[in-house]
């Protein structure tokens, strides 16, 4: 199966599993134990931007685009 | 003098042999490798004026930033899990050293490897389930209103019109939340299917209608881990699935690097 390129991935798609997955080797440096607030603080992000945009358009630059619609099986 | 930098860490991995690829990273950084505990890590060097904590802390409000950050993190990853097996790290790893990230490291090189054994060979689809927008499919009539008596229409009996509507309107009510539960175990119904073909699932909370940009609201988010050479019979599980109940729209995105299957679930 085709891998849609990096550019078409839903960002939301991908903030999900870069902010709630991935391996956790706390970083020094990194807002520690604040894995909760990162989610938050992308999801307050993402919401102030599409009420920005106020448009009909797919908020996240081509949401669909990477999803691949599973059309039901006839028969 | 050198701006102060930290070690931004994409992904880990256990494979040594072989040359790394050119790779550009976040902020367009190029990727290296560094050593530790046996593992080997995929990381770039980053000023800390753009992603210390205080800096990364406001950055990370800025959707742009995030997106772009995001988007180059993911791009090392998948280009990585292409040529070995590869447990990504959670966005905003940082580190001050290599040898503070070898030292942090050192403590989880077990919960590392063993992760890294459970992932290999294998990749992530994720299947998002959405209940089916109401003019793809036929309105459910409730039994109420099944019977001829032109309950709809407030004409019967000497009813008044208020009267029909509100009963009219009360059956809609619960039609449309008996169908909305209907829904919800369709997708639990598809979800143990797709379960059967995984070696692990996981759930996300479903994506609000507002960030996925949808007209019906999201029922299912999840991830399943499954051997990089099985995809088909994955995606023919699904469009079973998608067969099987019109009543749901199924989307499938993948295949992903294993992200959801790091064991570090919260």
Not at chain 2, 49 to 67: D, I, P
Not at chain 2, 232 to 245: E, K, L, M, P, Q
């Amino acid at each position: 199966m085709d891998h849609a390129p990096a550019e078409r991935i839903s960002l939301v798609d991908l903030l999900d599993r870069v902010l709630a997955g991935g391996v956790v080797v706390t970083g020094d440096i990194t807002l520690s134990v604040a894995d909760v607030d990162l989610v938050t603080i992308s999801l307050r992000a993402l919401l102030a931007s599409v009420s920005a945009l106020a448009g009909p358009a797919a908020p996240t630059g081509g949401a669909d685009d990477s999803a691949h619609q599973v059309p039901a099986r006839r028969g | 003098m050198t701006d102060r930098q930290g070690v931004w860490t994409y992904a880990i991995t256990d494979y040594s042999g072989g040359e790394l690829p050119p790779l550009t990273g976040v902020a367009g950084t190029k990727v290296r490798t560094a050593t530790a505990a046996g593992l080997t890590v995929l990381v770039s060097d980053v000023a800390l004026a753009e992603f210390g904590e205080v800096a990364l802390r406001r950055n990370l409000e800025n959707l742009a930033w995030l997106e772009e950050v995001a988007r180059a993190h993911h791009q090392v990853i998948e280009a990585a899990a292409r040529l070995f097996p590869v447990l990504p790290a959670r966005l905003a790893t940082i580190y001050s050293s290599d040898a503070a990230m070898a030292a942090v490291l050192g403590a989880r090189a077990g919960h590392v490897h063993a992760a890294l054994r459970r992932v290999g060979g294998r990749v992530e689809w994720g299947v998002k389930v959405y209940a089916a927008p109401e003019d793809d499919r036929r309105e459910p009539v409730p039994a109420s209103m099944a019977g001829g008596e032109g309950a709809g229409r407030g004409t019967g009996r000497g009813e008044g019109a208020g009267l029909a509507y509100l009963k009219r309107r009360r059956a809609q009510l619960t039609a449309a939340r008996e169908s909305r539960s209907s829904a919800l175990a369709a997708a639990q119904a598809v979800h143990s299917r797709l379960s059967r073909h995984a070696a692990q699932a996981r759930l996300y909370p479903p994506q609000s209608a507002q960030l996925s940009g949808t007209r019906t609201p999201m029922l299912l988010n999840a991830a399943y881990l499954l051997e990089a050479n099985g995809g088909s019979g994955f995606t023919s599980a699904v469009a079973d699935a998608a067969a099987a109940h019109p009543e749901l729209r199924l989307e499938l995105t993948g295949p992903w690097p294993p992200y959801s299957f790091t064991g570090d679930d919260s």
